[in-house]
């Protein structure tokens, strides 16, 4: 039996609505392996010193939103310098949890009224420490 329990991202213990996912955007990629003075040697033999700690990086982009729903999105990360995620990891096939960063995000409009802005697709990407 799965572990998965039909989510993919907490933030802070909140479950991420999917509706802020778009269709197939969604990409993860965990467990990335991290290296430290690997070379290559005369002889073309690559020598890998590969780290210990491996770094996840998880990102989608959004469907067009009114301006409310971006604001209630952005709720779920208000720091994005500094947050704890926990997230389905398709590697070890089990949740797992990790300190991540959110780079900076471009918010496309698609058009502006007096009382709305509507977006276009938003890019959002999680990078773990």
């Given at each position: 039996?799965?572990?998965?329990?039909?989510?993919?991202?907490?933030?802070?213990?909140?479950?991420?609505?999917?509706?802020?996912?778009?269709?197939?955007?969604?990409n993860?990629?965990?467990?990335?392996?991290?290296?430290?003075?690997?070379?290559?040697?005369?002889?073309?033999?690559?020598?890998?010193?590969?780290?210990?700690?491996?770094?996840?990086?998880?990102?989608?982009?959004?469907?067009?939103?009114?301006?409310?729903?971006k604001?209630?999105?952005?709720?779920?990360?208000?720091?994005?310098?500094?947050?704890?995620?926990?997230?389905?990891?398709?590697?070890?096939?089990?949740?797992?949890?990790?300190?991540?960063?959110?780079?900076?995000?471009?918010?496309?409009?698609?058009?502006?009224?007096?009382?709305?802005?509507?977006?276009?697709?938003?890019?959002?990407?999680?990078?773990?420490?």
């Open positions: 039996m799965s572990a998965y329990q039909g989510w993919l991202l907490k933030f802070d213990g909140r479950i991420f609505p999917e509706k802020y996912i778009a269709h197939g955007s969604y993860a990629t965990p467990n990335q392996k991290q290296d430290e003075d690997s070379y290559q040697d005369g002889y073309g033999r690559l020598h890998r010193n590969v780290l210990p700690h491996t770094r996840s990086k998880i990102e989608w982009t959004t469907p067009f939103m009114h301006l409310d729903s604001i209630d999105m952005q709720s779920y990360f208000p720091d994005r310098v500094t947050m704890e995620v926990e997230y389905w990891n398709d590697e070890t096939n089990t949740y797992t949890k990790g300190t991540f960063y959110v780079p900076d995000i471009q918010f496309p409009y698609y058009d502006a009224s007096g009382t709305d802005i509507r977006y276009n697709p938003i890019r959002i990407a999680l990078i773990e420490y």
